[in-house]
């Protein structure tokens, strides 16, 4: 339980998606305007990401490993992602039509956003390392703790980001910074803070 706890941890501020790999900017950027799309996109991310990854962790370890296919793991995950990501499209615009009006072509986006790819390539990375590491993903137990954790990662920064945002909208920027700019100037600084839970350790 300890070691599942402290890989989600880690996974949500320590090896942030965005803010230490910086993985699936341009959805990121793009989709961070207002907190509502942010929020619904993030949702959306860590759902395709809390089924992906444990699908993913099973096929390699069950599948791929004992046959020896080790090498078609990336057109198999790539495949898997699709598949879910074109479920989540469905299912939001059966539900909730405005929602998916507002995320437009990110939506369909998610099944080449490379944090979710990214997550199940780390994944697969990180299974064969030491069981007694904290970032070891040893169990199918653990890899749903880091899908969670990469997918709240991803969400809590894009929400951040829109938030600061739409306060931006109201600020005195100066005109040479106005838009993609000081939202540069924002992520980096974000960044920078997050790297203080760089030292973490539970």
Not at 79 to 91: F, P, S, T
């Amino acid at each position: 339980m300890e070691h599942f706890f402290s890989l989600l941890v880690r996974s949500i501020f320590v090896d942030n998606m965005i803010f230490a790999f910086f993985l699936g900017m341009c959805s990121f950027l793009a989709v961070s305007k207002n907190v509502k799309t942010a929020l619904g996109l993030g949702v959306a991310v860590i759902f395709v990401q809390l089924i992906t990854l444990p699908v993913n962790y099973l096929l390699q370890t069950k599948v791929l490993d004992p046959l020896g296919l080790g090498f078609l793991s990336f057109i198999l995950f790539i495949a898997v992602i699709a598949g879910i990501v074109q479920l989540v499209e469905m299912i939001v615009e059966k539900f909730s039509p405005s929602l998916y009006a507002s995320l437009g072509i990110f939506l369909p986006l998610i099944a080449v956003n490379c944090a979710i790819m990214g997550g199940s390539l780390f994944m697969q990375q990180r299974i064969v390392m030491d069981a007694t590491n904290s970032q070891a993903i040893t169990c199918f137990g653990d890899s749903i703790a880091f899908a969670l954790g990469s997918g709240i990662g991803w969400a809590l920064a894009i929400v951040c980001l829109a938030a600061i945002r739409e306060k931006l909208e109201y600020a005195d920027v100066p005109k040479p910074l106005k838009g993609i700019g000081i939202t540069f100037i924002t992520v980096g600084l974000m960044a920078m803070a997050f790297m203080c839970f760089s030292g973490l350790s539970i």
